[in-house]
Nanobody, 127 residues
Framework: QVQLVESGGGLVQPGGSLTLSCTTS????????IGWFRQAPGKEREGLSC????????YYAESVKGRFTISRDNTKNTVYLRMNSLRPEDSAVYYC????????????????????WGRGTQVTVSS
């Protein structure tokens, strides 16, 4: 299975901002729906956001809506997650995932699994 590569994690103070990147050198992300997830110790993986492959349609979980923004730059083969107004409860390992072309609702509702995953990048929100 081809792995994606996340970067941009680190330590940030509450209220601060951080931008994560997701890319791969093995294939183009243009044809994939990309999702962002996070998992904190002792908690289940949480879906945060996704962006579809063709029209830039996006989805946000209620926990991050209004604070996080997903975007893609196909010329750089990169998908971003800009995170603003970070809170301690946002601390987690953040993962990106790529899935073949499908209705974005299929990914949002968990009807279609993602095909490729990254290894994650740690985000710690603490003073």
């Amino acid at each position: 299975q081809v792995q994606l590569v996340e970067s941009g994690g680190g330590l940030v103070q509450p209220g601060g901002s951080l931008t994560l990147s997701c890319t791969t050198s093995r294939f183009t992300l243009d044809y994939y729906t990309i999702g962002w997830f996070r998992q904190a110790p002792g908690k289940e993986r949480e879906g945060l956001s996704c962006i579809n492959s063709s029209h830039g349609i996006t989805y946000y979980a209620e926990s991050v809506k209004g604070r996080f923004t997903i975007s893609r730059d196909n010329t750089k083969n990169t998908v971003y997650l800009r995170m603003n107004s970070l809170r301690p409860e946002d601390s987690a390992v953040y993962y990106c995932a790529a899935g073949g072309a499908a209705y974005i609702s299929d990914y949002v509702l968990g009807r279609r699994p993602y095909d490729y995953w990254g290894r994650g990048t740690q985000v710690t929100v603490s003073s």
